[in-house]
């Protein structure tokens, strides 16, 4: 008689049964799934640190920090490090962000102790050498100036700062080429004593290795972790709501290509019309091509290299805003399609078809994201990061079900308003 194989089914969703959730006595979340199908592992953690724990005026310290993080420890060098990593044929990498940063794993499950070693020395005993800080300086300085003439990326800076006046959204989190260049090694010795610790954190372990073994291995090397100096992470100011339409032309000359955003503040991913509001932006700006406004600006007009919406609530209310990327001189034209879309959204409920078609992409995308043990870790690190429940992913496909015409209207008209939206462009005069 046959056997089913545990994780062998990509129908088999991960929940309560076999995903192992443990606390720490110094709070650490660890969060495990077995999957013996291959003999690699992944390790997705994120710590409550990033750059909402500083200001305008040392913007890009918090990212610096971290990438420091992976170049010099007590143990080891920068060189000693990677050539580790290297001779085991694994991934280990240190990332920065806004609300978190973490680390990343991938290795052969005989070597996670090793990169779990690694990863400690990284997190917990960083030297921060001199020689390095000026290294990684000048790479940070050089890549900034080149995204300074990327039309995306100045079109994004310009939306974040009328969108989010006075706000820590305003800020790039890698900083601007002025402030890197003031960052001191102190600084950073600094924000790493009094950011990095234990609470809040959470290592998501999805692999060929037991769950009582992979918490046991998170124990070894980070429950024994205090810092009584960590800070709490600070509160969000409140948003000033958009009093108009707002403006702003980024001019870059010789650009061939002018890019466009125009929206607004969008939902936390805590507030109940956050999946409202996902559904709705697929049939908007994501669905096929670019969704609505990706048919209008692209297929129908021909105006755009690309279009499309895009939503990034997270932890605090990310933008909501609509791309495109065209020819400067179809700029204003782009604009105002983009417009008559928003108000057609506003004003018409979407038919009865596009949200069937795009529940079922829901739906259909949702295992295959799950086939990878990134996939299952990157999932299940959210679903604690966003007190989401273990059984989230068992719930899902009712919660999109449920989802009516009426809840996708209503969640679009909350936040975008076509008389009081952001528009950013960036591109030749």
């Known amino acids: ?99 978190t940063s973490g680390f990343y794993i991938k290795c052969l499950s005989e070597d996670l102790g090793v990169l779990m070693g690694l990863a400690a020395d990284a997190l917990r005993r960083p030297t921060f ?32 700062e009328l969108a989010y006046p006075n706000h820590p959204y305003s800020i790039e ?30 290592v998501t372990v999805v692999g060929a290795v037991k769950a009582e073994e992979a918490v046991a291995l998170v124990e070894r090397y980070f429950g024994d972790w205090r810092n009584p100096a960590q800070q709490p992470q600070p509160e969000l100011p409140a948003l000033q709501p958009l009093s108009g339409f707002m403006k702003r032309v980024v001019s ?46 692209r297929e129908k007009n021909g105006m755009a290299y690309y279009a499309g919406m895009s939503l990034n609530g997270g932890l605090g209310p990310g933008g909501w805003y609509a791309y495109a990327g065209v020819n400067p001189a179809n700029v204003e034209k782009a604009v105002d399609l983009i417009l008559a879309e928003f108000k057609r959204f506003s004003l018409k409920k979407v038919s009865p078809q596009e949200l069937e078609d795009n529940q079922a992409q829901f739906l259909g995308r949702l295992p295959l994201s799950l086939e990878t043990n990134e996939g299952v870790a990157s999932m299940l690190s959210s679903m604690e990061l966003y007190n989401l429940g273990l059984d989230y992913l068992h719930r899902y496909p009712a919660l999109i079900k449920a989802i009516t015409r009426a809840d996708i209207q209503e969640a679009f008209r909350a936040f975008i308003n076509p008389e009081k939206a952001v528009l950013a462009v960036a591109g030749p005069d």
């Open 1 to 99: 008689m046959a056997t089913k194989k545990k994780n062998s089914s990509s129908n088999s969703l991960p929940g309560p049964a076999d995903i192992t959730r443990r606390e720490l006595d110094n709070g650490i979340v660890v969060l495990a799934r077995e999957n013996f199908t291959s003999p690699s592992v992944v390790v997705d953690a994120d710590l409550r640190v990033g750059a909402l724990w500083h200001g305008r005026e040392v913007a890009g310290l918090s990212d610096f920090t971290a990438a420091m993080l992976m170049r010099g420890n007590e143990r080891l060098g920068f060189n000693e490090i990677y050539e580790q990593i290297e001779s085991l044929g694994a991934n280990l990498s240190v990332s920065g962000g806004t609300h």
């Open 129 to 160: 050498p001199a020689e390095e800080v000026e290294r990684l300086r000048g790479q940070i300085i050089t890549r900034l100036k080149i995204n300074a003439n990327d039309t995306r990326g100045r079109a994004s800076e310009a939306f974040y």
């Open 173 to 202: 989190e890698d900083g601007y080429p002025e402030t890197v260049a003031a960052l001191t090694r102190a600084q950073m010795v600094e924000f790493h004593r009094q950011n990095f610790g234990p609470r809040g954190m959470i």
């Open 252 to 297: 870059l000359p010789g650009k061939a290509q002018s890019d466009i955003l125009l929206g607004a503040p969008g939902p936390t991913r805590a507030d109940p019309r956050f999946l409202a509001a996902r559904l709705g932006n697929s049939i908007i700006g994501q669905f096929g091509m670019g969704g609505r406004i990706g048919h209008q600006v």
